[in-house]
């Protein structure tokens, strides 16, 4: 069984960072990966990072301006945001032990989401 508790959310203007943290606990040795979903669409792919930290993943709508990272002695995941842009506005969730492609929702354990508001 794995918990997952994101943290880090908030308001900010365009072009303001955020830094979303993933708190783990139970079984954390396994791809994680950060998603997002706003208002009326679907969940969607922003972020994936494989257990040793060495492979990294992105949607190309954040490629450059989103950084994923992982502290294992922490049992922490987090998601740099940079140059937020308002079409960043949605609420993010982060997942681990994918059942099978990283930028699939197919993710054994989710958490309950965080929520990040860009104003223009």
């Known amino acids: 069984q794995v918990q997952l508790v994101e943290s880090g959310g908030g308001l900010v203007q365009a072009g303001g960072s955020l830094r979303l943290s993933c708190a783990a606990s139970g079984r954390t040795l396994s791809v994680m990966g950060w998603f997002r979903q706003a208002p009326g669409k679907e969940r969607e792919f922003v972020a994936a990072i494989s257990w040793s930290g060495r492979s990294t993943y992105y949607a190309d709508s954040v490629k450059g301006r989103f950084t994923i990272s992982r502290d294992n002695a922490k049992n922490t995941l987090y998601l740099q945001m940079n140059s937020l842009k308002a079409e960043d506005t949605a609420v993010y969730f982060c997942?681990?032990?994918?059942?099978?492609?990283?930028?699939?929702?197919?993710?054994?354990?989710w958490g309950q989401g965080t929520q990040v508001t860009v104003s223009s």
């Open positions: 997942a681990s032990h994918p059942r099978g492609s990283y930028y699939s929702t197919a993710y054994d354990y």
